[in-house]
């Protein structure tokens, strides 16, 4: 059984079909679901509708209901003001109040219920990511016999962030309740035992924790994507004739670089925008010749900082369109919208370099999507150092978004970068990205639950 804030599926009101939400996690776990006949426990993605468990893309499926205050307080408020900000470095201050905590506890009790009502004797239970944290310890309780995983999709903070939160006990010793809990990294597997010993009685090392006469392990199991799929799409011919379409509709210039982020502060889409605007001041012989394209996904548009960093971002990309702009030739072209797979590979194999900034990030998937799509070795990936793939990735060019000159500098390299070092760092960036896919993600994961 998985149980996952989603459903592998959504809603659509218009058609009033489910139809399936795309990812690494659902094409990596589908085929294992449909094996072992596994259900998947998630919400609908629509407050205050109670859809009854349904089968779809051969997965049982059994939707949540949340009322529309909860999903406010529970997503908006404690999932996305509280934790989110809180696990990502408090790059924006993370807000706790009372009033968010009790619908957390009280979403996580009505997931953990309706898993056990769902449970069979010898089922495994697989609880994903940071807005389900009390559910492992909550199925334990209400049904003793089962074993139970975690998956911490995001980073876990370090001890001096995570002791703020006023409910540090509780959500430790709701993790706990699994027989393994894994994590993107090992920094983020390190801090969970500090703050495991700290906080509470657990004992034990960074890979295994005695807590209430049982062992938790600790398991690092960075995640990764479905790389063939993306590599096959990025050689399909009409992928190629997409491409091409979207370097002549720039106007072919000499180099195209590209972000794709949901629209989040985490992301450094900010910091990148001035680097740009910092290149074009440093080698002004670039105006003209290089497009930015920023795909910015729309996002969690509730919470109050998402709005204010949608709205900064777009100042400042009218700021420096305005002033390098030619008449219909804007040297970044911004769209705020989602793109299917086969779209987005597009823009992957139009771009030379792709720009990866974000200033703490889990995992970041983008990276290893277009790693993926360069079956030729062409292109240049700028990483973060603080993204969970630059402990993989080590031959992309890694940089430290927050110092705007060297983000800058590293920019211009990737830009300049000649064939011959590109196709040898994106020939060892397609071997890490061959060989730890998510099938390897998954096939880890379930095998350490002895699935
Ligand atoms: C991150 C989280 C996921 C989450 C996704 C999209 O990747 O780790 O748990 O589903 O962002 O965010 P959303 O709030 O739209 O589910």
Known sequence: MVVANRLPVSWDEESGEWSPSPGGLVSALTPILQRTEGLWVGWSGVPEVGFEPFSHSGIRQVPVELSEQLYLDFYTGFCN???????????????????????????????????????????VV?????????????????AKAHRIGFYLHIPFPPLELFAKLPWRRQVIEGLLGSDVLAFQSRSSRTNFSV????????????????????????????????????????????????????????????????????????????LRMTAFKTLFDMRPEMVGKVSFVQIAVPSREDVPEYQRIRSEIEGMVG????????????????????????????????????????????????????????????????????????????????????DVDALADTLGRAVSMDRTEQARRMKALRRTVASKDVFWWAERCLNALGV
Do not use: C
């Open 81 to 123: 003001g509280t934790l989110w900000p809180l696990y990502h470095d408090a790059v924006r201050a993370p807000e706790f109040h009372r009033h968010w905590w009790r619908p957390y506890r009280e979403v996580n009790e009505g997931f953990a219920e309706t898993t056990v009502a769902h449970i069979g004797s010898d089922d």
């Open 126 to 142: 697989w609880v994903q990511d940071y807005q389900l944290q009390l559910v492992p310890a909550m199925i334990r309780e209400r």
């Open 195 to 270: 703050a495991a010993r700290r906080l509470t009685e657990a004992e034990g090392t960074t890979r295994e924790l005695s807590w209430q006469g049982r062992e938790v392990q600790l398991q690092v199991a960075p995640i990764g994507i479905d790389t063939a799929q993306f590599e096959e799409l990025g050689r399909a011919e009409e992928v190629r004739e997409h491409a091409a379409h979207i370097r002549s509709e720039l106007d072919n210039p000499d180099s195209v670089i590209l972000g794709v982020d949901r629209l989040d502060y985490t992301k450094g889409i900010d």
């Open 319 to 402: 700021r420096i369109n305005g002033d390098f702009a030619e008449v219909g030739r804007p040297p970044i072209h911004y769209l705020y919208r989602s793109f299917g797979a086969e779209e987005l590979v597009g823009y992957y194999r139009a771009a030379d370099v792709m720009l990866v900034t974000p200033l703490r990030d889990g995992m970041n998937l983008v990276s290893k999507e277009y790693v993926a799509t360069r079956y030729d070795n062409t292109g240049a990936l700028v990483l973060s150092e603080f993204a969970g793939a630059s402990e993989e990735l080590h031959n992309a060019l890694v940089v430290n978004p927050h």
